[in-house]
């Protein structure tokens, strides 16, 4: 996380305490939790610092992350379905998510951390990206060069919306108060749209209305801000 964190503008440097650490200690005058910010610095919806890109990755990281790609053929769209075991309400099972591989009009490829693909019918069009990864840098270098991302709400989803990267956010019933009530935009990042369930419970709906505006003629992504 570090590698990436050195990455985000207006920062100028990142260190860590963790046990067995070999970098140099250093003093600062206050020390506040990440998730404080906000309430620290009297944040409004107006003030939500939504510029974004804030974060810049390396050009050479980003070339890599090209080549782990097919060639380029159709929309390329990352895949994340898992949120961690601690809320497991947002987590979708990847068979659920089946009807959005039905159509062979994109390239899919999963972001999620020790995918299980064996049970899952549409998993030949599914590439395992994360294959690729060794830590979070590796996954934004690879968000960095798809067209969209597809995610619940977890890491890679705030990641493509710090990048700058088109991505659709999959949410329960029962969301984090971030993503506030009744909108399918979020002023925390532009390039966001909102799914939301509808029943508490009920993905179906949401993913089929998730795979009828994948196959929408009016589907427009921009493969520019930052895709080759």
Same mark, same amino acid.
């Given at each position: 996380?570090?590698?990436?964190?050195?990455?985000?503008?207006?920062? !100028? +440097?990142?260190?860590?305490?963790?046990?067995? $650490?070999?970098?140099?200690?250093?003093?600062? !005058?206050?020390?506040?939790?990440?998730?404080?910010?906000?309430?620290?610095?009297?944040? @409004?919806?107006?003030?939500?610092? !939504?510029?974004?890109? +804030?974060?810049?990755?390396?050009?050479?990281?980003?070339?890599?992350?090209?080549?782990?790609?097919?060639?380029?053929?159709?929309?390329?769209?990352?895949?994340?379905?898992?949120?961690?075991?601690? #809320?497991?309400? %947002?987590?979708?099972?990847?068979?659920?998510?089946?009807?959005?591989?039905?159509?062979?009009?994109?390239?899919?490829? &999963?972001?999620?951390?020790?995918?299980?693909?064996?049970?899952?019918?549409?998993?030949?069009?599914? $590439?395992?990206?994360?294959? +690729?990864?060794?830590?979070?840098?590796? @996954?934004?270098?690879?968000?960095?060069?798809?067209?969209?991302?597809?995610?619940?709400?977890?890491?890679?989803?705030?990641?493509?919306?710090?990048?700058?990267?088109?991505?659709?956010?999959?949410? =329960?019933?029962? $969301?984090?108060? %971030?993503?506030?009530?009744?909108? #399918?935009?979020?002023?925390? +990042?532009? @390039?966001? %749209?909102?799914?939301?369930?509808?029943?508490?419970?009920?993905?179906?709906?949401?993913?089929?209305?998730?795979? &009828?505006?994948?196959?929408? =003629?009016?589907? #427009?992504?921009?493969?520019?801000?930052?895709?080759?």
């Amino acid at each position: 996380m570090t590698s990436l964190l050195r990455c985000a503008r207006n920062v !100028d +440097y990142v260190t860590t305490w963790r046990a067995g $650490c070999e970098e140099p200690s250093i003093e600062w !005058d206050v020390q506040i939790e990440v998730t404080e910010l906000p309430r620290i610095l009297r944040t @409004t919806l107006e003030s939500i610092p !939504d510029h974004v890109p +804030y974060l810049q990755l390396p050009q050479q990281r980003v070339a890599w992350g090209r080549t782990c790609l097919r060639s380029r053929r159709k929309l390329r769209i990352g895949l994340a379905w898992e949120a961690g075991h601690w #809320n497991q309400s %947002r987590s979708i099972p990847l068979q659920e998510l089946e009807p959005l591989f039905a159509a062979d009009a994109h390239e899919w490829y &999963s972001l999620q951390k020790d995918a299980n693909l064996k049970k899952v019918a549409g998993r030949g069009r599914l $590439c395992e990206l994360e294959k +690729y990864s060794s830590d979070v840098l590796d @996954t934004a270098a690879l968000i960095q060069n798809l067209d969209l991302v597809v995610s619940v709400d977890t890491m890679t989803a705030h990641l493509a919306g710090a990048l700058r990267r088109p991505v659709w956010i999959i949410l =329960p019933f029962h $969301c984090d108060w %971030r993503w506030m009530l009744s909108r #399918n935009d979020t002023p925390w +990042y532009p @390039t966001a %749209r909102l799914f939301r369930q509808t029943t508490p419970g009920d993905w179906t709906s949401v993913v089929a209305q998730v795979a &009828s505006e994948l196959g929408s =003629p009016r589907l #427009n992504i921009s493969r520019k801000s930052g895709s080759p």
